[in-house]
């Protein structure tokens, strides 16, 4: 059984950093894009980052570029989000998520076949 876990999440004032892991378990995704989305209380699910197989390519939401960094471990099978200056507006649940398809990298929420149960993040002002 696959299975996405997301930990790292908590409260934190705003101008703060926190970082999020998602540890991927029951297959690799060494061959698989994965990504982060987020979802505030009353708004759909909205994409944040992206990173591609290897780590080479990454894609940003406008509203975290600058402030939010993507990356991965392949021998651990992990996707990390390192979210620095913290906004109120950040403030909702972090969903990882991971691509069925080699190689291909996205940002819908279409083209993502697995998903963790999600991490709250809430920014205090």
């Known amino acids: 059984q696959v299975q996405l876990v997301e930990s790292g999440g908590g409260l934190v004032q705003a101008g703060g950093s926190l970082r999020l892991s998602c540890a991927a378990s029951?297959?690799?995704?060494?061959?698989?894009?994965k990504g982060w989305f987020r979802q505030a209380p009353g708004k759909e699910r909205e994409f944040v980052a992206a990173?591609?197989?290897?780590?080479?390519?990454?894609y940003y939401a406008d509203s975290v570029k600058g402030r939010f960094t993507i990356s991965r471990d392949n021998a651990e099978n992990t996707v990390y989000l390192q979210m620095n200056s913290l906004k109120p507006e950040d403030t909702a649940v972090y969903y990882c998520a991971a691509t069925s398809v080699n190689y291909r990298l996205g940002y819908s929420r279409d083209e993502y076949d697995y998903w963790g149960q999600g991490t709250q993040v809430t920014v205090s002002s």
């Open positions: 029951g297959r690799t995704f060494s061959r698989n894009a």
């Open positions: 990173i591609n197989w290897s780590g080479s390519t990454t």
